[in-house]
């Protein structure tokens, strides 16, 4: 989305990513080289995942990729999982799975507050909603260190 797959790659030795939501990154049409350049160098392992009733109670209410990345992190008692759909965050809260998202792995992975505001300009450039108060929040959070 914003070509930052190198912030992935520094936090995460492996990123579990159910075919659901390879399929979606794959539709996004941005940064095609760049996902299977990282999928190529072993940074996403695509995992076949089938339509569980587990699956199928969550696409009551989140999107066809989210429900099996959270179904999955369910089955495979997975340490976190990135997701940044309000909803599929309230679902996996509901679920006691840890959660990050694009957000968390910036501040994680970048120490300066002027690039994180610069990355958070370009989130909200490409597309991603941030509220100005959640926006404030993380800049407050990067000038704290945290």
Same mark, same amino acid.
């Given at each position: 989305?914003?070509?930052?797959?190198?912030?992935?790659?520094?936090?995460?030795?492996?990123?579990?990513?159910?075919?659901?939501?390879? #399929?979606?990154? $794959?539709?996004?049409? /941005?940064?095609? %080289? &760049?996902? !299977?350049? =990282?999928?190529?160098? +072993?940074?996403?392992?695509?995992?076949?995942?089938?339509?569980?009733?587990?699956?199928?109670?969550?696409?009551?209410?989140?999107?066809?990729?989210?429900?099996?990345?959270?179904?999955?992190?369910?089955?495979? #008692?997975?340490? $976190?999982?990135?997701? /940044?759909?309000? %909803? &599929?965050? !309230?679902? =996996?809260?509901?679920? +006691?799975?840890?959660?990050?998202?694009?957000?968390?792995?910036?501040?994680?992975?970048?120490?300066?507050?002027?690039?994180?505001?610069?990355?958070?300009?370009?989130?909200?450039?490409?597309?991603?909603?941030?509220?100005?108060? $959640?926006?404030?929040?993380?800049?407050?959070? &990067?000038?704290?260190?945290?």
């Amino acid at each position: 989305m914003i070509g930052r797959l190198d912030l992935v790659r520094e936090q995460f030795s492996t990123v579990v990513v159910p075919e659901q939501v390879w #399929d979606e990154l $794959l539709d996004g049409g /941005d940064g095609l %080289e &760049a996902l !299977q350049a =990282a999928h190529d160098e +072993g940074v996403f392992e695509i995992v076949s995942l089938e339509e569980t009733p587990l699956v199928a109670e969550f696409r009551r209410n989140i999107d066809r990729g989210e429900a099996a990345a959270l179904a999955y992190a369910i089955e495979a #008692d997975a340490d $976190l999982v990135l997701i /940044d759909e309000r %909803e &599929a965050r !309230q679902t =996996a809260r509901r679920h +006691g799975l840890s959660i990050t998202g694009a957000i968390g792995v910036l501040l994680r992975g970048v120490d300066n507050m002027d690039t994180v505001r610069t990355e958070l300009d370009r989130l909200r450039e490409a597309g991603f909603w941030i509220s100005d108060d $959640l926006y404030e929040t993380v800049l407050e959070q &990067a000038r704290d260190g945290r």
